[in-house]
């Protein structure tokens, strides 16, 4: 992403729009900029906020006359004034970031749609994960905080080392040029992203020990882990999970429930 | 995806947050399912959801492209139902937010009467979402938790911040912009209503809660 120079009016408003805080003013030009290190390309700037076209001549005069008196405007607060924000054209690896960034984006660079899969949302019509079977979402970088390649590959490297097999149609998963060993490609390492979910399933019994992996693992990261766990229920809606959760300390208060109204053929 | 799945706060916060979503499995049953993602939301349609979208193209409230200076002084926050409907044009998420468990398990009576095949889950407080499947006659399939964060959380922001914040699992809610809002409220230059249809127009889902939003809102001015 970058900030049109001819256009920008150094107001402001879009510096506290970025999640990963990437935008910030050029003091002595008077003008936002884009660190692109730090910019995931999620484009919640350019789609997020809404566009006025006014003449960024005329803006800045404005702007410098109200200084005088010591006035200022109290504009919108998600308005970018002069349409400045501008999307780059992204070539390979930089493609990466929007993909696993931008939530709208159909995933570019795998030809799967968003972050993750379907996880136990249709586990009514795929049985992905059965009786006696927990399925984890391990996310990287949610809430707020972002994450590079390099940190999501020491959490595949050490989940298989316990023997975890990927799933398949993860985003994640296609950036590993070695499933077994959870090995990511070298080129992306470096590239920053808003966030990434690693998924797998295991058997039941082994849920205890895979959570205290992912928390060992997860305190040697730079950045924010937040994970999830599945199960199938029984017929009375039960949860072999409660159990395990609570005896390892867990308290969980949200989640998602699977009504069980999907069948395979609409 | 996971973005309704880690909100932030505890469970007494979430008792007017309930979403109601849709999704075909690919390759199994999406052939024909945009017809019944937009049945899906024309019934949520009626039980006055908070908000309603589809993930893959937009929400009821939403950005502009071709403001005018007036909108400074007066902003419309008005829901635009029709575009997500009509919007639906491939397999995807498609979701509808509601503020009681009474409406909600009324919606769910409605779907599973319409038999639309779709796998629809609730995202909510585990026990209030089992609570109105059953009212609604359906024991839960399956179950997913939010077993919460790990790693470096001290790189997160503060709690009241996160569940603002948080309402956008997809992360386009940036803390820096949820902390302006506040203080904006506090000061007076923004009501809770106005800051809170200001966030939703970033959550391109339509799974960002405004009633919620509104209620932390006034929490804040407090």
């Known amino acids: ?266 | 995806m996971t973005n309704t799945l880690h909100r932030h706060g505890s469970a007494e916060s979430f008792n007017d947050d309930y979403i109601v979503f849709a999704i075909p499995a690919r390759g199994i049953n999406d052939t024909n399912a945009v017809e019944k993602q937009r049945r899906f939301l024309e019934i949520a349609r009626k039980y006055q959801p908070v908000n309603m979208g589809d993930a893959s193209h937009g929400a009821i409230f939403r950005s502009s492209k071709e403001l005018n200076p007036t909108v400074h002084w007066r902003r419309q926050a008005a829901a635009d139902f029709d575009a997500v409907v009509n919007g639906v044009s491939s397999p995807s998420t498609v979701a509808a937010v509601f503020d009681n468990p009474d409406t909600v398990v009324a919606f769910i009576k409605e779907l599973k009467e319409a038999d639309l095949g779709l796998s629809i889950n609730i995202s909510a407080a585990l026990d209030k979402a089992q609570e109105c499947g059953r009212r609604a006659g359906l024991e839960r399939h399956s179950v997913e938790y939010s077993l919460g964060f790990f790693g470096q959380t001290d790189r997160m922001a503060d709690r009241q911040t996160l569940e603002l914040a948080t309402m956008c699992g997809h992360g386009m809610l940036s803390s820096n912009f949820v902390r302006k809002l506040v203080e904006w409220v506090k000061q007076g230059r923004r009501s809770p209503q106005e800051a809170s249809a200001t966030l939703a127009r970033f959550c391109s889902c339509g799974v960002f809660n405004p009633t919620r939003a509104c209620r932390l809102f006034e929490e804040a001015r407090k």
Request: charge should be neutral; proline fraction near 4%; aromatic fraction near 6%.
């Open chain 1, 1 to 266: 992403m970058q900030i049109d120079q001819q256009k920008c009016v150094a107001c402001g408003n879009c510096v506290a729009i970025c999640p990963m805080g990437a935008i910030s003013i050029d003091s002595q030009k008077n003008r936002a900029f884009v660190n692109a290190d730090e910019c995931v390309e999620c484009y919640s700037c350019f789609r997020g906020m809404s566009m006025e076209k006014l003449n960024p001549i005329l803006v800045r005069s404005i702007r410098r006359l109200l200084k005088v008196f010591r006035l200022r405007f109290d504009p919108e607060p998600d308005v970018c004034p002069t349409s400045a924000i501008t999307p780059d054209e992204l070539s390979w690896p930089r493609i990466v970031r929007r993909a696993f960034s931008d939530p709208i984006v159909t995933h570019e660079s795998t030809g799967v749609h968003g972050r993750g899969t379907e996880e136990v949302k249709t586990n009514d019509v795929t049985n992905r994960v059965g009786a006696g079977e927990a399925g984890y979402v391990v996310e990287f970088g949610r809430p707020g905080v972002g994450v590079r390649f390099r940190d999501i590959e020491k959490m595949t490297r050490a989940l298989a080392q316990m023997g975890i097999e990927f799933e398949l149609k993860n985003p994640v998963t296609h950036m590993m040029t070695d499933k077994k060993t959870g090995k990511i490609r070298d080129d992306i390492l470096n590239e920053k992203i808003l966030s990434a979910i690693v998924e797998f399933k295991t058997g039941i019994e082994n849920v205890a020990a895979v959570l205290r992996r992912v928390d060992e693992v997860s305190k040697t990261l730079e950045t924010v882990v937040a994970v999830g766990v599945a199960t199938r229920c029984d017929q009375t809606g039960g949860s072999a999970l409660d159990a395990i959760l609570n005896e390892e300390g867990f308290s969980f208060v949200r989640g998602k429930t699977n009504l069980g109204l999907g069948h395979a053929s609409l």
